[in-house]
């Protein structure tokens, strides 16, 4: 059974940290091209930040640039999101993704598998 797990969300204060992770099983994921997305409440999901296969590459969104680090280990099967300086408009539910067609494409209409989710709750 293919999964990805996310883990690491929870409650911070603004200005804090947080550091998210995907685990995957069921297949190898060292191919795929992964990414994050967030689903605020009310609100349609969006993209985050993405990672090529190898890692060389990676992309955010303009409101997390600077601020989040995408990255991965494939020996692990595990791609992690560090968030520094978290804001309250960073709240949301966040998913992490496979592309197996290692696209490299933002929209989630190319990720074939998704995470249950992670709530990140950031209070002002």
């Known amino acids: 059974q293919v999964q990805l797990v996310e883990s690491g969300g929870g409650l911070v204060q603004a200005g804090g940290s947080l550091r998210l992770s995907c685990e995957a099983s069921?297949?190898?994921?060292?191919?795929?091209?992964m990414a994050w997305f967030r689903q605020a409440p009310g609100k349609e999901r969006e993209f985050v930040a993405i990672i090529t296969s190898s890692g060389k590459n990676t992309r955010y969104q303009d409101a997390v640039s600077g601020r989040f680090t995408i990255s991965r280990d494939n020996a692990k099967n595990t791609v992690y999101l560090q968030m520094n300086n978290l804001k309250p408009e960073d709240t949301a539910v966040y998913y992490c993704a496979a592309d197996a067609e290692n696209s490299y494409r933002a929209q989630s209409r190319y990720y074939e598998y998704w995470g249950q989710g992670t709530q990140v709750t950031v209070s002002s």
């Open positions: 069921g297949r190898t994921f060292s191919r795929d091209t």
